[in-house]
T-cell receptor
C-alpha cells in the first residue's frame, strides 16, 4: 500500500524566512503533485512533477522531485502572509490518471 | 477559466437517509473522481470513473456508495443510507486524459455533508 508522509505537519514561520516542506512516499512513482488548500476551501493545483529531477517554480514556491529517494520538496522563499494555507503532496502511483494518494498535509502559518 | 462545479455546497441529512451529491466536471475532461476529507484530516480517494464505468474504487466505497454520469455533463455520487461517519467534505475532480502531463486533477469547491 502506498504511503505518503509529509513533514512537518505544522509550520509557523515569520515573513521573510525560508523553509522547506518534505514529502516522502513509499513506492515507485514518477508523478507527484502539490496542492494548496485554504481553510474550508477546495484544493488548488500548484505543481505537477513528472520525472526524476523535475523542478518547478512559481513565485516564492519551488518544488522538486527525486524519484530515487522517493522524495519531493516544496521550498518557500521569503515567506509572505498570503502563503498561509495547508499544502498537500499527492502521488499518482501508476501514472495512469488513476487515484491520488495524498500526504498528511502541512499547515503553514506565516506570521508578520 | 473552466472549473469543476459542485452542488449543493452544504447538505445536512438524517442518518439513514439517501443523499446525492452533484458535480459538473470540466467539459473536455474524460476522467472523473470523488474524494472525501473528514474535518482536519487528509484527502481520501473514493472512486474514479472513465468511459461510463468505475475504473478504481477504495475500501471506503462500499455498497452504500454509487456513482453515475446520467447525462453528458453531470457526475453524481449517491450514498444510499448515510451514517454519522459519512460526515465529511466531498470533492469531485476531473482530469483531461492520460499522458503528456494532462493527468492533473482539478478539484471542485466541495460539498460539506453533515449527517445527524
Amino acid at each position: 500500500e502506498l504511503k505518503v508522509e509529509q513533514n512537518p505537519l505544522f509550520l509557523s514561520m515569520q515573513e521573510g524566512k525560508n523553509y522547506t516542506i518534505y514529502c516522502n512516499y513509499s513506492t515507485t512513482s514518477d508523478r507527484l503533485y502539490w496542492y494548496r488548500q485554504d481553510p474550508g476551501k477546495s484544493l488548488e493545483s500548484l505543481f505537477v512533477l513528472l520525472s526524476n529531477g523535475a523542478v518547478k517554480q512559481e513565485g516564492r514556491l519551488m518544488a522538486s522531485l527525486d524519484t530515487k529517494a522517493r522524495l519531493s520538496t516544496l521550498h518557500i522563499t521569503a515567506a509572505v502572509h498570503d502563503l498561509s494555507a495547508t499544502y498537500f503532496c499527492a502521488v499518482d502511483k501508476t501514472g495512469t490518471a488513476s487515484k491520488l494518494t495524498f500526504g498528511t498535509g502541512t499547515r503553514l502559518q506565516v506570521t508578520l | 477559466e473552466p472549473e469543476v462545479t459542485q452542488t449543493p455546497s452544504h447538505q445536512v441529512t438524517q442518518m439513514g437517509q439517501e443523499v446525492i451529491l452533484r458535480c459538473v466536471p470540466i467539459s473536455n475532461h474524460l476522467y472523473f473522481y470523488w474524494y472525501r476529507q473528514i474535518l482536519g484530516q487528509k484527502v481520501e480517494f473514493l472512486v474514479s470513473f472513465y468511459n461510463n464505468e468505475i475504473s478504481e474504487k477504495s475500501e471506503i466505497f462500499d455498497d452504500q456508495f454509487s456513482v453515475e454520469r446520467p447525462d453528458g455533463s453531470n457526475f453524481t455520487l449517491k450514498i444510499r443510507s448515510t451514517k454519522l461517519e459519512d460526515s465529511a467534505m466531498y470533492f469531485c475532480a476531473s482530469s483531461e486524459y492520460k499522458g503528456q502531463g494532462k493527468e492533473t486533477q482539478y478539484f471542485g469547491p466541495g460539498t460539506r455533508l453533515l449527517v445527524l
